[in-house]
């Protein structure tokens, strides 16, 4: 037997019969009020609860995660988010490259002050090499709007909304490469392999429309941007919430139907299919890999008539080509704009997630690929301008005009910003993950509004710091969803897109 004087006090207290008894009924009586606690959703991390048609297992943080309740016979069907907000769709609009807030949006009167001076505290050395002196804005600024807000003359188009826009200029990002920033800005993280925004999105959401897919990826007419797939695949999460790609100049392949295949057989042929289908899973009604990747092959079977629909730009009119500027541009620009048209028409149809990408990975008929400007800036900037600015403004306007923007939100982002001072060579700007600019616009975003500032040159945020986290997690907030619950489950962690960071701008919601 033990000897009771080598025990501590407690453990000494257990020998004691009554004392046993006593702490046991304790025990048992705080784990039973625990248990009620939380059946009715009264424990502290459940305060906020969760939604009709989410479930909530384990625990993310401090919060109770949400997971989706998904039907795997139907993994697009619509769902709740966890509170209502205006945003039900979301189009983003993503420019790979890095676009130079200081030459579009953010306006610093220091530049033209100490233009071709090297002020002390700058870097001797930047990410592509030694830096040189500052250089103002290559192009002029001026007032816009009843906000009086100053936007330089690179974008036009887009200057005459500014009233419009919700823009974030103290954003910082962990990176200054490309394929790591646009990973970051895409899906939360800097590495391969974690599911992007839009399928998170579409994970929580699904979709309103059944007969196109819930996410669709609108690539630059170029190719795809510097991390492929990456930008909006599914990562972890299942297989069909990962992003459809094509563009009004390349549908989907396989779409039509072989010549040598009549319609009569080619619905014989589905029909059977969809026998065999529905036998097949009857007899694994619990797989719900195999029932997602039957609805993956009923929705590319609805996509043959949904698709060359929702792509079929005869029925716009003259005019409005004319204001996306299909014609009387550059040949890029004349693509990039019907790929504007083509994403306010899948937005019409009612698709949940539109990414549309301004910039690729290999270059084009112009020579240049994005807004990566390390040299010539003047001339690699205003190419890549006078292919987005039109276009882009336009399709912002016409959301606004047919009444979308009432329930979709726009999403305006580069990956980082660029330096205030030329690099040696004395004609480019090199990446700065220190400070750069994003705009919000539609449904939710406050109208008019700034939030934050870098530092008087453009360098650092400065005013109001937001991470890539914090922007991730006001647009979630936006669509009505909780970044701190919406989670997955994988190799053990409960993952999200803002990881275990992140805190929603509530200043910039309307």
Known sequence: MINPEKLSLQGRRLLDRRGFLGTAGLSTAGLALTSMLSADGLLASDLGGGAGGHSEVGRAGHKAPIRPSIDPDRPYASRKPHFDMPAKQVLVIYLPGAVSHLDT???????????????????????????????????????????????????????????????????????????????????????????????????????????????????????????????????????????????????????????????????????????????????????????????????????????????????????????????????????????????????????RVVQLFNGSDPAGGNGITNWDSHSDIKRTHAMQAEIMDQPTAALIAD????????????????????????????????????????????AGAKRGSSYGESDEFGFKAAVNETTVYDFNATLLHLMGLDHERLTFYHNGIERRLTNVHGTVVKDVVA
Request: with cysteine; net charge neutral; hydrophobic share 35%.
């Open 105 to 351: 949006f953010d306006y610093k009167p220091a530049l033209w002050d100490l233009d071709g001076k090297k002020p002390p505290g700058l870097p001797a050395v930047t990410f592509e090499g030694p830096s040189g002196n500052i250089a103002k804005p290559f192009w002029d600024f001026k007032p816009r709007g009843e906000t009086g807000k100053m936007v330089s003359d690179l974008v036009p188009h887009l200057a005459k909304q500014v009233d419009d826009f919700c823009f974030f200029h103290a954003l910082k990002t962990d990176t200054s490469a490309h394929p790591q920033g646009e990973n970051f800005m895409n899906t939360g993280f800097t590495m391969e392999g974690f599911p992007s925004f839009g399928s998170w999105v579409t994970y929580a959401l699904g979709t309103e429309n059944q007969e196109l897919p819930s996410f669709v990826a609108i690539n630059d007419p170029r190719g795809m941007a510097r991390s492929g797939k990456n930008n909006f695949g599914n990562g972890f999460l299942p297989a069909a919430f990962q992003g459809t790609d094509f563009t009004a100049k390349n549908p989907p392949t396989n779409l039509n139907r072989p010549s040598g295949l009549s319609a009569h057989d080619d619905r014989a042929t589905i029909d059977l299919l969809q026998r065999l289908n529905a036998r097949h899973l009857a007899l694994y009604p619990g797989d719900a890999n195999l029932a997602g990747r039957i609805a993956s092959y009923e929705l590319a079977g609805k996509m043959q008539t949904s698709v060359p629909d929702v792509m079929d730009l005869a029925g716009e009119t003259a005019a409005t080509l004319k204001a996306y500027g299909v014609e009387g541009g550059s040949e890029l620009r004349g693509h990039y704009a019907r790929n504007c048209i083509l994403a306010r028409r899948l937005i019409e149809k009612g698709v």
């Open 399 to 442: 959301m606004r005009q047919r009444g979308l923007l009432d329930h979709t939100l726009v999403v305006w982002a580069t990956e980082f910003g660029r330096m205030p001072f030329l690099q040696a060579n004395g004609t480019g700007r090199d990446h700065n993950p220190g400070a750069f600019t994003c705009f919000l616009t539609g």
